[in-house]
């Protein structure tokens, strides 16, 4: 342990902690640096967000949530249903899933593609989601754009002023 927290991960934590070595190296370096951690951070929702911000290095917002599980409300027949497991009387179940809504900030657009399938990030997510977050817990990621801020020029000044001047003619309607 005292390797990993003076920044030295050789390949061994790779292998004994399960984290493919074809994930970025600095995401995957901050992994390993929090896997001694894994028990106190799981299921903490607080300790998840810090967490999850400290690997992508990015502002990280958690929500917790309770959805019905669609999974018991999606058979439509009796012919569908097995006694037992998925079959009940009227319309509605008792049973809720948690469900924690993870928003990350400040994402440049070029970065954009990263967090989709086959992303590097995208695999950072998903195995960090499988070693902190419980298993009967759903996520699901929403991703906030970085402002990109153009400079203030005639050009772009004029541009905005013509677009607003357009719209606003043609939204009107003349008798």
């Known amino acids: 342990m005292y390797d990993i927290q003076n920044g030295q991960l050789s390949d061994s934590f790779y292998h004994f902690w399960n984290i ?14 929090l896997m001694p951690y894994a028990d106190t951070i799981k299921s903490d929702i607080d300790a998840t967000a810090a967490a999850l911000s400290y690997v992508l290095q990015r502002a990280v917002s958690l929500k917790s ?82 402002d990109d801020l153009q400079k203030e020029t005639y050009e772009n000044i004029l541009e905005l002023v013509l677009i607003y001047k357009y719209r606003i003619q043609n939204s009107t309607k003349w008798p």
């Open 20 to 33: 493919d070595t074809s994930l970025p190296d600095g995401p995957a370096g901050r992994l390993l640096r």
């Open 65 to 146: 949530s309770l959805l019905p599980d669609a999974h018991l409300l999606s058979q439509k027949y009796l012919s569908e249903q097995y006694l037992g497991v998925d079959a009940t009387m009227g319309n509605t179940i008792g049973e809720w899933l948690t469900h924690w809504n993870c928003t990350l900030f400040d994402i440049p657009e070029k970065d954009l593609a990263l967090y989709v399938d086959g992303g590097a990030l995208k695999k950072v997510t998903d195995r960090f989601i499988e070693i902190f977050v419980p298993v009967d817990i759903d996520v699901s990621f929403d991703f906030m754009q970085a």
